[in-house]
């Protein structure tokens, strides 16, 4: 009966596993370069979720502006008139008008 800390396996076994395991094993020097690289991306993931966040903020009162725009009273007819006139010049409604 084997005591604590004891492995009951064979010699063989227990060398092929401590071999294993030091393989596996990361220097101090590794550890610290991985928490390193752990915080940035943490802080990244925020900074992301922060501007995702302010973007679907913005892009909803976007919308919002543009649905009150079109809503205003007399868009369509002026819109329209605009449109009316430009046939008449005979300009028709492929050319644009640039600004």
Do not use: P, W
């Not at 800390?5 to 401590?18: A, E, M, P, V």
């Not at 900074?47 to 205003?72: H, M």
């Not at 007819?77 to 028709?92: C, N, Q, V």
Request: aromatic letters at 6%.
């Amino acid at each position: 009966m084997g005591g604590f800390g004891q492995n009951n396996k064979n010699d063989g076994d227990s060398n092929s596993t401590r071999a294993s395991d030091e393989a596996n094993t990361l220097t101090r020097a590794e550890v610290h370069q991985s928490l390193e690289n752990l915080k940035k991306l943490v802080i990244a993931a925020e900074s992301y979720r922060e501007l995702t966040s302010k973007l679907a903020k913005t892009t909803k009162q976007l919308g919002k502006c543009f649905k009150e725009y079109g809503d205003t009273k007399g868009m369509d007819s002026t819109y329209g008139k605009l449109e009316k006139d430009r046939f008449k010049s005979g300009s028709g409604s492929s050319s644009r008008v640039m600004e």
